[in-house]
């Protein structure tokens, strides 16, 4: 392995917080080639009325760097 690329995002998903750190990677897999790691950092859910309507992880991925 040579050099990492570290890249911080959010996901989203209306089911769960590890869908939400699924959706994120999906799209990151999109754009990115190489994804070695996640890294969770923080897990939070927009509430109406009482009820969690959206799940939302802050994760980093990292990418091994091609020259």
Do not use: H
Not at 6 to 33: F, K, N
Request: proline share 1%.
């Amino acid at each position: 392995m040579g050099v990492l690329i570290i890249r911080e995002m959010v996901g989203t998903s209306p089911t769960s917080w590890s869908d939400a750190a699924r959706q994120a990677v999906a799209r990151a897999s999109r754009t990115v080639r190489n994804i070695r790691e996640v890294e969770v950092l923080k897990s939070t859910a927009l509430v109406e009325n009482g009820e969690i309507v959206e799940y939302r992880v802050q994760i980093k991925i990292s990418f091994e760097y091609e020259a």
